[in-house]
């Protein structure tokens, strides 16, 4: 399963980088997507990262301030978040999909799922 770590607390405008250790799969295999959930909020896609080319997606919400990359010889994923807002505050997931057919990182469910790690951002 995917292990994410790498959350804590974090001033408005400043970074964080999550990791997604991957372990019990072939990694490089399978597409690796980041979600997260606010407390009183619907489970949001933030970002993926294809297994095949590398490409990413990101939502709206975090576009222009998220970079998300991958390392297959460490099986590991990251999620870099730069100028963070209050509103990134939330529990941060990684899944995996072992992308079964063709499609865009997003076309993919993900259903294997991390344990989460919190991120806040507050002053």
């Known amino acids: 399963l995917p292990v994410e770590s790498g959350g804590g607390l974090v001033q408005p405008g400043g970074s964080l980088r999550l990791s997604c250790v991957g372990s019990g799969f072939t990694f490089e295999y399978y597409a690796i997507g980041w979600f997260r959930q606010a407390p009183g909020k619907e489970r949001e896609r933030v970002s993926c990262i294809s297994n095949t080319d590398g490409s990413t997606w990101s939502a709206d919400s975090v576009k222009g301030r998220v970079t998300t990359s991958r390392d297959n010889a460490k099986n590991t994923a990251y999620l870099q978040i730069d100028r963070l807002k209050p509103e990134d505050t939330a529990v941060y997931y990684c899944?995996?999909?072992?992308?079964?057919?063709?499609?865009?990182?997003?076309?993919?469910?993900?259903?294997?799922w991390g344990q989460g790690t919190q991120v806040t951002v507050s002053s």
């Open positions: 899944a995996a999909d072992p992308a079964l057919y063709i499609s865009t990182c997003d076309g993919y469910p993900y259903n294997m």
